[in-house]
């Protein structure tokens, strides 16, 4: 019987004759030789289809077989370090399932917005699909790290009447004529789970009407959150840093060749490890103004620059040699993707010189008491080499919910992990506030209505203790693993203020 296998496991199969199925990526004729590269949804394999070596009848459908069409080919196995997944196949015989015919994503570049409108189509390309498999990773490390180390899962309502985050933010809905809200975290529920199990966790999708376009902001992303009884800030913080350790860690035993063909900094992440960087509020303030701050984005404008620059000159170069004679098809296809890239990367470097002195100013002017703003998150993560905790904001720009910190009521006992290398922000958390009476008074501080948070109080009123959690984004963290620009690659079907296409 012959034996079917996946692309992922030829190298169990040197030399012997297997069968795949799976759908054409490329398929490119040098005259008697066809070289299809095969996608099985494991791998990509390239298999050689020799004239004379198949029945002529298949060698000509084989020919003309377009992108996306599925077939099952059978042929042996050999090692072929310069082939991608280091194996080849040399094609005995095939049969087509279904010819694709016009696919619409063709291996020249197209613009986002035709590829968000394909994103159906789009999982099969070769960088969505790496990113779908280090985000399986990461989920997996997420539940993994939370299951091994005593934590119980509890499933935090969608459906909610109560806010936890910014008012501003939240997403009606009609619940059968009553206007409730879709889940902007599970953390105060988890917090009365936390009371019964004592380390809990709740994983699943969170809506935020945020009305911001930018690369790090969807309205559906998916969120983390553990929530443990009986710890202190410090204790939070380094659950953080071996939590997100052992995600990186895992991807990197698990993805590597993922992570090198989406272009992420392997070497950055191999240095990921505790203890991460420790700041609070008031030193970032103090780094913001700092002539160091002052010098560093003004490094960074110079870097802009040149970079633009190069860009421009390898613009001319490509150029000139597109309007060389006799230039093959598949030699134009590949300059005009890579102009095609090259012209993006202007673009978005335009932004970045537009912006370095706006955000140089704002860091320069920042007031102690403000929330730091994305760009002066940026700047800090920027300025280090490995994730940066911010800790003891200042209460006014915080949730209600935040402990006040008992020998400064000024600051909250929260914190912030930001990626290094510029990403930013990737987990936001707190110890709680367990005293019943500084929590009437804060939640009135901000204008909520306490008989809405009753049963949250009842936790303050029957054996408070002190306790604390956080919340990881999944896509903000796939993106700074894998060196991603905007948030949206990192999801499936990614939904945000402008755009929810299928
Ligand atoms: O800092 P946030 O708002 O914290 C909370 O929701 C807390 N209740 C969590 C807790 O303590 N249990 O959000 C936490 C993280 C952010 O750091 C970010 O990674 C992600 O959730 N996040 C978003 N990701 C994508 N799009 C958005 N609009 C996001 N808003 C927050």
């Known amino acids: 019987m012959m034996n079917t296998t996946t692309i992922t496991n030829l190298n169990n199969n040197i030399d012997q004759q297997v069968s795949l199925c799976g759908w054409v990526y490329k398929n490119r004729s040098s005259g008697k030789v066809l070289f299809i590269v095969l996608r099985d949804g494991t791998g990509l394999c390239q298999c050689i289809v020799e004239k004379g070596k198949v029945p002529d009848e298949i060698f000509e459908q084989l020919?003309?077989?377009?992108?996306?069409?599925?077939?099952?080919?059978?042929?042996?196995?050999?090692?072929?370090?310069?082939?991608?997944?280091?194996?080849?196949?040399?094609?005995?015989?095939?049969?087509?399932i279904h010819p694709a015919t016009d696919y619409p994503i063709t291996l020249k570049a197209h613009g986002i917005d035709f590829l968000l409108k394909h994103r159906h189509l789009h999982l099969r390309s070769q960088m969505q699909w790496c990113l779908g498999r280090v985000r399986h990773t990461v989920?997996?490390?997420?539940?993994?790290?939370?299951?091994?180390?005593?934590?119980?899962?509890?499933?935090?309502?969608?459906?909610?009447?109560?806010?936890?985050?910014?008012?501003?933010?939240?997403?009606?809905?009609?619940?059968?004529?009553?206007p409730i809200h879709l889940t902007q975290t599970g953390q105060l529920y988890l917090e009365s789970a936390a009371m019964a199990y004592g380390k809990v966790y709740c994983f699943g999708p969170t809506f935020r009407a945020e009305k911001s376009k930018t690369r790090r902001h969807l309205t559906e992303f998916w969120m983390v959150e553990p929530e443990i009884a009986f710890i202190d800030l410090p204790g939070l913080l380094e659950t953080a840093e071996n939590f997100v350790s052992f995600i990186v860690k895992e991807t990197l035993d698990k993805n590597r060749s993922e992570l090198e063909t989406l272009g992420a900094d392997i070497e950055a992440l191999e240095k990921i490890s505790p203890p991460f960087y420790r700041l609070t509020y008031s030193d970032s303030v103090d780094i913001l103004t700092s002539d160091k701050a002052k010098d560093?984005?003004?490094?960074?404008?110079a870097d802009f620059q040149q970079e633009r620059a190069n860009c421009e000159s390898k613009i001319a170069e490509l150029e000139n040699q597109q309007n060389q004679q006799g230039l093959k098809q598949w030699k134009k296809d590949k300059i005009a993707v890579e102009l095609i890239e090259?012209?993006?990367?202007?673009?978005?470097?335009?932004?970045?010189?537009?912006?370095?002195?706006k955000h140089a100013e704002l860091a320069a002017n920042f007031q102690w008491g403000k929330d730091l703003g994305g760009s002066d998150e940026t700047i800090i993560s920027m300025m280090h080499d490995k994730p940066v905790f911010i800790t003891h904001y200042p209460a006014k720009a915080k949730a209600f919910y935040m402990k006040t910190d008992r020998s400064n009521d000024r600051v909250v006992e929260n914190f912030d992990m930001l990626a290094p290398k510029g990403f930013g922000e990737i987990i936001g958390g707190s110890m709680r506030e367990d005293s019943y009476d500084i929590l009437i008074d804060k939640i009135k501080a901000q204008n909520l209505t306490p008989d809405t948070y009753s049963w949250y109080l009842d936790l303050r009123k029957y054996g408070s203790v002190p306790h604390g959690g956080f919340g990881l984004g999944v896509e903000r963290t796939v993106a700074w693993i894998t060196g991603q620009k905007h948030i949206r690659q990192c999801i499936a079907f990614p939904r945000m203020m402008d755009k929810v296409y299928i």
């Open 296 to 301: 560093f984005l003004a490094a960074q404008l």
């Open 63 to 96: 020919k003309h077989l377009s992108q996306e069409s599925s077939l099952s080919i059978t042929g042996t196995v050999r090692k072929e370090p310069r082939s991608p997944g280091g194996h080849e196949l040399a094609v005995t015989d095939a049969q087509i």
């Open 139 to 178: 989920i997996d490390a997420i539940r993994r790290f939370f299951n091994d180390n005593g934590f119980t899962l509890i499933d935090t309502p969608i459906f909610t009447t109560i806010a936890g985050e910014e008012v501003g933010s939240l997403f009606e809905v009609d619940y059968f004529d009553e």
């Open 342 to 357: 090259l012209r993006a990367s202007i673009g978005e470097l335009d932004t970045k010189i537009e912006n370095n002195p």
